[in-house]
């Protein structure tokens, strides 16, 4: 566990003064950063605010601990949406690469906000495709992940528990078909 898990306990806990110590310590430099490569200063603010979500929807998850420094983390979250936001405006054209006179120096903190960044990034596709179902498959798929018995889901939804197992394999197989066909049209 890296020291700055403190500021993953306060976003966990609601903690103001310590959500605003975040914005006052790794703010300015980020964004900084990210004018640097071409964003508008609301764009990068967007952008940071957006990492700070991402971050905070992590915070929730109890298991979640921070093993790299949270300015690396949040760079790279900020960093990888830069890159997102341009290649969806390419048809526009950048006129600055967005890597351009930036060297990175890959360590083991790295590798680790990586791994959460991509994390973060296949969430938003599958809570993208999640809107693109049936209302009852979404309502079906969302109420599977509290902690309740398939036998409680099923009654609490009214349907037998064959019906669930039937149709929440259904709508899982629909949303893992969304998802792909989603990553095969990004590539």
């Known amino acids: ?3 700055d898990q403190q500021y993953i306990n306060a976003l966990r806990l609601h903690s103001s003064q310590q ?7 790794f703010a300015p430099g980020i964004k900084s950063f990210l004018v640097s490569k071409g964003a508008s200063p609301e764009e990068a603010g967007d952008i940071f ?3 700070i979500i991402d971050v905070y929807r992590l915070a929730q998850n109890k298991n979640f601990i921070l093993t790299c420094p949270l300015e690396a983390f949040l760079l790279l979250i900020c960093k990888r949406k830069w890159i997102n936001q341009v290649e969806k405006n390419k ?3 950048v006129t600055k690469p967005v890597d351009d006179g930036y060297t990175w120096v890959a360590s083991k903190d790295d590798e680790v906000a990586a791994f959460h960044a991509a994390t973060l990034e296949k969430e938003e596709i599958v809570v ?3 809107q693109q179902i049936s209302d009852r498959c979404r309502e079906i798929i969302i109420a599977s992940y509290a902690d309740k018995s398939q036998q409680q889901l099923a009654d609490e939804l009214g349907v037998s528990y064959a019906y669930l197992r039937k149709k929440k394999s259904l709508c899982m197989a629909e949303l893992i078909s969304l998802v792909r066909n989603n990553k ?3 590539a």
């Open 1 to 3: 566990m890296h020291a």
């Open 19 to 25: 959500i605003e110590e975040i914005y006052r310590n």
């Open 49 to 51: 605010q957006e990492a």
């Open 91 to 93: 048809r526009q054209g």
């Open 128 to 130: 993208a495709m999640l």
């Open 184 to 186: 095969n049209h990004a």
